[in-house]
Structure formats: C-alpha cells, structure tokens
C-alpha cells in the first residue's frame, strides 16, 4: 500500500509530521497546508524536519523536501499578534537577504497594514519558498488558493 502524510498547521506541526514522514518506513510522501506566517516563510519550506529533543532545538531531524506546500495568507488573519510578529522577522530576513524591493514594501506598510495585506503576504511566502526550494530538492510545488508555481 502507498503511504501518504499530510499536516496542516505551524512549524511546529510540520517539522514533527515531516519528520515522521521521512522516517517512517524509510520515507514516505508527505505535504503542508500551513497555517502560520512563520511556518509558510520558514518552517514549511527548504525540506529542514527537525524535532527538539531534551530541551535541545532540532537536535533531531533530516532534510527532505515535501511534496507540496499550500500557503493561504488569508490563514495568518487568526493569528496573535506574537505569532504573527514572529512570522513577520523572518520575512523581513527574506527580503533583506535577496529582494530590496520586497523589504522596501514591507518597511514603508504600517503593522495593521501588512496583517491585511493578503497579496504582500502571498509575495513574501513566494520568495522564500523559491529561495529556499531554488538551493534544496526540485519537485516541490508552492501553492496559495490563487495560484501554483513550481519552485524549482
């Protein structure tokens, strides 16, 4: 029988599915619904499963890339603000590592802006997920409601 996983959720839920998924019976298929700026700019993407292990952070884990992907910004709306906050450090990191137009626009919006801003957010979960796809396995699919593109 083939073996299938899939996770809908935040970093945490995707590194431990991930995870799982990659050790179970030597690998098996798996994929992401995420449901976290944090997890659609950083922790769903790059093929890193990691799980933390006696107080150490990802002392355990592997590197394969899922499946697929499926990045909703339209999901971040119900996040606290920590959380959301927290998603927003990485995706400003992305756009100071590799798009200066990106970080521009991130810079210039207000915070209340930026939460509301569905199409900023599906462009910067985009670009980390090409970047991060771009240096790991081809294959993966990134995914928002709206549209698909391949990231390698």
């Known amino acids: 029988p083939q073996h299938e996983g899939r996770a809908v959720g935040g970093g945490i839920v995707t590194d431990i599915a991930g995870f799982a998924a990659s050790v179970y019976m030597r690998g098996v298929r798996f994929g992401f ?16 499963n990691g799980v933390n292990v006696d107080g150490y952070k990802n002392i355990m884990g592997l590197f394969r890339q899922p499946e697929f992907v ?71 699919r990134w995914r928002t409601p709206s549209r698909s593109a391949p990231t390698a």
């Open 70 to 140: 499926v990045c909703d910004p339209t999901l971040t709306g119900t996040l606290p603000d920590r959380e959301f906050r927290a998603g927003l450090a990485e995706a400003l990191k992305a756009g100071i590592v590799g798009d200066a137009a990106l970080f521009a626009r991130i810079e210039r919006a207000s915070y209340g802006a930026l939460r509301g801003d569905a199409e900023l957010l599906s462009r910067v979960s985009e670009h980390f997920s090409m970047a991060c796809g771009a240096s790991s396995t081809w294959g993966t």
């Open 33 to 48: 619904v995420s449901t976290t700026l944090l997890g659609q700019v950083d922790a769903a993407v790059g093929g890193k």
